[in-house]
């Protein structure tokens, strides 16, 4: 009897292609990241073509929303045409009271003179009505916006982007945060254009990556620097290699946003050498391999160079309210948020130091602290500054003002004789120009916007004093107080001419020259 054929699956029959399964299997690991690497921006653009088709018909609703409010108010402007575009600034905390909102109103007043076809959006976590967000700003900054040309998103995820939500790996997880919070402004609502005005950077990135829109970003400090890295101790060398590669990061992220400007020279410095590839003298330079890293992250794009653009300040009209006298009262005013970064603990210290060895007709002097209360942290900030007070033996001398309006802050500057700051490399200081435009004999800290920009020598003569320690700001309080009448007359003179380099009308016309550049770029995208 001859033998059964043999079964298909016999030992005889191979597999032509099986041969090839284990060389697949152990490719895949190398070829997926490939692939994501050479097909990201497609499936990122598909992404973001996903995310604009749920934005439904929103952009119309708020075009709308922008003629009907026209119409309603007998002082705004009177309209029957639609906004054409939208701009889109992500400031989640745009009802706080500090610099960085000031530039963001003062930005998107500029929009609304020149630019009067632009519908204005902010995207923010404060869950305020239209109404009391621009009265605060008319309040606080004494700028009045047309509100048919301003309109708010309101994100519910703001705690995503607190510090307190990431008590490890900090850095990484606010910028992470900020992306999910982006994500979600962009659910809500894509703008023809974005700029980021408080500083994440990642969320730039995002908007370009996934919608590819021209973009721009109003940068007050950068996230990491140099400075930073040099702080830390050799027994931290973890945190230090966290800390590089965060700034490898940083580095992509930023060097892909198409406008930059910054607030300082001390901030251009350190984002032209991060985001641009450039090293402008006197900043410091990364060393070893992240120089190298960061060297071909940051220069791989030709972009235009980080330019400066300092924060508009009501110089003129603070040297208009003000009258440069020689006596005032013997008082020494902090302008800052009551936040750790702003170093209140350092003037207490100082204040009490210079009580303690002041002459007799000085003792009475009082230190003014002026902020505004963000966070529940905040006022528990403010909490602990009271107690060091009372510690210090000084709490008779201190007052504590906090979310004043602006008319009470220009009473404090028409008051008070001496400006204190006190944050090391303060990216700019506002509060010290307003300082110097209503006269004040600025005591400020030999780092920063304040040492490079602000209190400088204006015809060879000085406009304050420059301290680190608390002896040295001691000091400074005495000399500044203990000038006479004529040297301080002379003082606040040249300290107000120095102000007058950063008022609001030179903030205004250098802003619509950046806006101009992404307006432009706009257009050449749609010509494409």
Known sequence: MADPPLSPSGAEDVCTYCGWAPYAIVAIPIVLPLLLLLLHRPILLLVGFYIRSQNGDKRDLLFNASIAEANRSSSSRKSTSLPSLIVGFFHPYCNAGGGGERVLWAAIHANQQQNPHILNIVYTGDHVPKSTILSNVHLRFDISLDPSLIQFIYLQKRHLVSSASWPRFTLLGQSLGSVLLALEAFTMLVPDVYIDTMGYAFTVLLAKKLFGIPTGAYVHYPTISTDMLGSLSPEKSWKKRYWQTFAMLYSYA????????????????????????????????????????????????????VEILFPPCAVRKLADSIELVEKRDNAILYIAQFRPEKNHILVLHSFQKFLSTAPKELKGTKLVLVGSVREDQDEKKVYELRLLAKELQVEANVLFITNAPWGDVIKWLGRASVGVNAMWNEHFGIGVVEYQAAGLIGVVHDSGGPKMDIVVEVDGERTGYHAETAEQFAKGFEQALSLSSEETIAMRKRAR????????????????????????????????
């Open 254 to 305: 930023g060097s892909g946003i198409d406008v930059v400007v910054a607030n300082s020279s001390w901030t251009a410095g350190h984002l032209n050498s991060l985001w641009r590839g450039v090293t402008a003298a006197g900043t410091p330079s990364f060393s070893g391999f992240l120089a190298s890293a960061i060297s071909f992250i940051s220069g791989r794009r030709r972009k235009e160079p």
């Open 497 to 528: 001419k120095s102000s007058l380099r950063f008022s609001e009308e030179i903030f205004e016309e250098q802003w619509n020259n950046v806006m101009d550049s992404l307006l432009g770029r706009l257009e050449g995208k749609k010509r494409k």
